[in-house]
């Protein structure tokens, strides 16, 4: 099937309807201003920073050709209503994790993460030098879309949880908030899966409407104040390893734009990437010190419950290998990853536990 026809038969169309409300998109003068709309609370900790340093980035470079304006989750459209507005053209450009939109297609979960998935590291080798941008171009070309990585949590952390797992059966019923292929997963473990806005998941977690949730790190977790509510905080994860957020332009909107404009929106994203890395890298440490102290129980999961997320995981990759772009993006994506790992694991994976054992 033609990629742009796929479009046409797509759920995209029925949820794109919601969007007709809004104003279209305002060019005077040879000026034009973009707005972008984002899946993030304004002023959430990290993911909303990160799209913040993309839109100051584009407008510094543009020298007033343009001009992004940047709307938070709800103040036009959902966090999850992103995708659709900017497909249809209601709105120019959206920031978000595209593991959101799976519903749209599933290819989109390995542009953030998928379970046993890549590093940070590992996911720009793939992306920049093994072949992952022009399969984020394929994807984008389906939806109207021209997209582009654009932030990084790193390794996102297990979660927060009411009670201590102790075997997989600890899932079976438990409400849990994870998104992407991860919530998949779990859903096999007999979890109640819950996909939450991160603007709503402290409310979520407060009130008991879920039992647990994973959101990012120490430090945007710490900010989140999930520490208020339980104590119980398992630090790795198998579900993001390094996840990736994007910045996608309306594809008529990025085509109209002259080459140096659409130059600029490709940098200002790949830096956005690089920042947003090292910010949510750089206050992780500082961040989980400051919940232990103040009680938190820092966890692993057991093997078991290892075992059962890599079963779990590898019986929702298989199920949607019958989609020809999802299989071309899987076999690539883990092509790529073992090629990266091989080499990691023996030089740099060897020197850090070398030197955490030298220096005690």
């Known amino acids: 099937m033609d990629r742009r026809s796929f479009l046409k038969t797509s759920a995209l169309g029925g949820a794109a309807a919601t969007t007709t409300a809004l104003a279209a998109p305002a060019y005077a003068q040879g000026k034009r201003t973009l707005t972008m709309v984002t899946s993030w609370g304004r002023g959430l900790a990290g993911v909303f920073d990160s799209a913040q340093r993309a839109a100051d980035s584009i407008n510094a470079m543009a020298d007033g050709s343009l ?78 879309l021209k997209s582009f990585i654009a932030g990084n949590t790193g390794a996102q952390a297990g979660g927060w949880f009411s009670k201590e797992i102790n075997g997989p059966e600890d899932f079976n019923g438990l409400k849990f908030r994870m998104p992407g292929l991860g919530g998949k ?81 490709e940098m200002a994203a790949g830096e956005a990437h690089q920042w947003s890395l090292a910010q949510f890298l750089n206050n992780n440490g500082a961040a989980l010190q400051r919940l232990q102290a103040g009680g938190v129980k820092v966890m692993e999961f057991p093997d078991s419950v290892w075992d059962a997320f890599g079963k779990a995981s590898g019986e929702v990759m298989a199920e949607n290998m019958g989609d020809d772009l999802f299989k071309e993006i899987h076999d690539s994506y883990m092509a790529s990853m073992s090629a990266s790992s091989n080499w990691l694991n023996l030089s740099s994976g060897v020197y850090t536990a070398q030197r955490d054992r030298v220096r005690g």
């Open 67 to 144: 001009t992004v304006e940047i709307k938070a989750a709800g103040e036009l459209v959902g966090a999850f209503e992103v995708f659709d507005a900017v497909s249809s053209g209601q709105a120019d450009m959206y920031h978000a994790a595209d593991y959101y939109f799976v519903g749209q297609h599933p290819g989109y979960a390995f542009f953030t993460s998928v379970p046993f998935g890549m590093t940070a590291q590992e996911l720009l080798n793939w992306y920049h030098h093994g072949g992952g941008m022009q399969m984020h171009d394929q994807l984008g070309e389906i939806f109207n």
């Open 185 to 265: 997963a779990l859903g096999k473990l007999g979890a109640s899966v819950q996909n939450i806005p991160g603007s709503e998941v402290y409310q979520a977690l407060s009130s008991g409407a879920i039992d647990g949730t994973e959101w990012i790190g120490p430090w945007a977790d710490e900010k989140a104040g999930f520490q208020e509510i339980t104590k119980t905080y398992y630090t790795a994860g198998f579900h993001e390893p390094g996840a990736a957020l994007s910045l996608a332009t309306n594809r008529e909107v990025f085509e109209s734009l002259t080459p140096a404009q659409q130059k600029i929106i």
